[in-house]
């Protein structure tokens, strides 16, 4: 499966400490807007992470189709709701279904660890 860009989305207690501890690891801001508690951050070497202050329970996985590791779009690329049936085909049961026939959708899996995966398609 073509997963698009990945990323680690932190759930944060305190979005402005985060981003101060990331930053000191040589993070930086490449989208967000922390008033709306979350961003996008980066490094050197390509490593991104989101922070969500009050929108996730838990740390999760996330692959955005469409996107490179670059936030550039890619095409061709595999729209979220085909990579739903190729899961669901490989007999994995997604928790939220992504909708609709086209544009922005999304669809949620937990690992065999309890480990949330986000599929989010932006486009």
């Known amino acids: 499966m073509q997963l698009g860009a990945f990323s680690l989305s932190l759930a944060v207690k305190d979005i402005a400490a985060s981003r101060a501890f990331y930053e000191k690891l040589g993070f930086a ?38 996107w490179d590791a670059e936030c550039a779009e890619i095409n061709p690329f595999t729209d979220v709701r085909q990579l739903q049936a190729q899961a669901e085909a490989a007999g994995l049961q997604p928790e939220a279904r992504a909708e609709g026939e086209s544009g922005p959708a999304f669809f949620t899996l937990t690992d065999p660890d309890g480990n949330p995966i986000l599929i989010d398609q932006h486009r």
Do not use: H, Y
């Open 29 to 66: 801001v490449i989208a967000g807007d922390q008033a709306q508690n979350w961003l996008i951050l980066r490094n050197a070497d390509k490593v991104t992470l989101g922070l969500f202050q009050g929108m996730f329970e838990r740390n999760s996985l996330t692959f955005n189709p469409g």
